[in-house]
């Protein structure tokens, strides 16, 4: 199969013929119809020490977002799986037996693999493995393009357990890309009367009115301060944080109202200074959210297929194998993108 290989940091993927992945235990193999890039991605092949804690390794597949067409069915799989069908691919392969997987919280097994991030080849490539576990069957209407945004979609289900109730809540979102758009999206779907949505991009922040956001702050012309308090009468009582760079935390904590809750979605800067008299005179509450459940991922599906999120607004462009590697490349540079797909039989 052709797949988009990371060789190192510094140097743009490359596409290269590899062989077909084959189903090992309690694997399917399906055929990729998309997958997602994922900020973690570019992150992880740009500074390839930082979000694993150790560099990349030369060869790997990234990507993990992704949905298909079942090819072929591992052992332990179960009756429950056909040749042919359709899938949004569950990433992580784990135990199966420990506390952390019986609780469905599989990011959390010691024995953990990730698919396309460790321990496992990812669907930046023309076919991928996938758990056969906790996997989800879509509907036939659901396209792959939109089921690939069921991954980061989940992370946001997740995120927003940390900021319940949510329902009245005026919340503030720190960054307007794919997981700001969906935590947008999220905080509507669960009653929240205020969503703003803040970037130093202003096309970006833009984008969140099309997922249901009440308000867009282009931080780089307006006080997010000032702009939140006009379109929500009052400081924010939740605050996400999904820019993930030096600061973004210490400036939730300023910008929110007192006893909020601040919960920080994939944080991709290391050390982030913080002012904690702010923390504790305003009493506020910091969560950190990682990754997701497996029921959170079967839920993100449901609320796609019902149509109860729209993820569509989010997804701004899909490109095929031959075109990756360079629309890659770009988007390790500030833009006006959403979720970009991969689609490689394109
Ligand atoms: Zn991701
Ligand atoms: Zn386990």
């Not at 510094?10 to 399917?28: C, F, K, Q, W, Y």
């Not at 009756?79 to 506390?99: L, V």
């Not at 009245?168 to 700001?180: K, M």
């Not at 929110?256 to 944080?267: N, Q, S, T």
Request: include cysteine.
């Amino acid at each position: 199969m052709l797949a988009a290989i990371f060789e190192a940091s510094g140097r743009p993927l490359a596409i290269e013929r590899v062989p077909d992945p084959a189903a090992s235990t309690n694997e399917l193999v399906v055929r990729v119809g998309a997958c997602g890039v994922c900020g973690s991605d570019i992150h992880a092949a740009k500074h390839s020490d930082s979000v694993l804690g150790r560099p990349l390794p030369a060869g790997t597949i990234l990507g993990h977002e992704f949905a298909g067409e079942v090819v072929e069915v591992g052992p332990g799989a179960g009756e429950r799986w056909r040749i042919g069908d359709r899938i949004a691919g569950f990433p992580i392969f784990s135990c199966g037996a420990c506390e952390a997987c019986r609780s469905g919280r599989v990011a959390h097994c010691r024995a953990a693999r990730f698919v396309g991030l460790s321990g496992a080849q990812g669907a930046y490539a023309e076919y991928a493995c996938a758990s056969s576990a906790h996997s989800v069957p879509l509907a036939s209407h659901v396209s792959f393009g939109a089921a690939s945004v069921a991954e980061p979609l989940a992370v946001c289900l997740h995120a927003a357990r940390f900021a319940m109730p949510l329902r009245g809540a005026s919340v503030l979102i720190l960054g307007a890309g794919p997981i700001g758009l969906l935590l947008a999206a999220v905080c509507r779907h669960h009653g929240a009367r205020d969503v703003v949505v803040s970037d130093l991009v202003g096309a970006r922040a833009e984008r969140a009115l099309l997922v249901g956001a009440t308000g867009a702050i282009d931080a780089s012309r307006e006080d997010t301060r000032e702009s939140f308090r006009a379109i929500a009468g009052r400081r924010p009582t939740v605050v996400f944080d999904a820019a993930g760079g030096t600061g973004t935390l210490d400036l939730a904590m300023d910008l929110a109202g007192r006893d909020a809750r601040i919960v920080v979605v994939a944080p991709l800067s290391e050390k982030s200074p913080v002012a904690t008299m702010a923390g504790f005179y305003k009493e506020l509450t910091v969560g950190f959210a990682k990754a997701y459940t497996t029921g959170e991922f079967r839920e993100a599906c449901r609320l796609i297929g019902t149509g109860a999120i729209d993820v569509e607004p989010v997804i701004t462009a899909s490109v095929g194998l031959d075109a990756f590697p360079g629309v890659f490349e770009s988007l390790a540079l500030p833009g006006v993108h959403g979720k970009v797909l991969l689609e490689p039989l394109n």
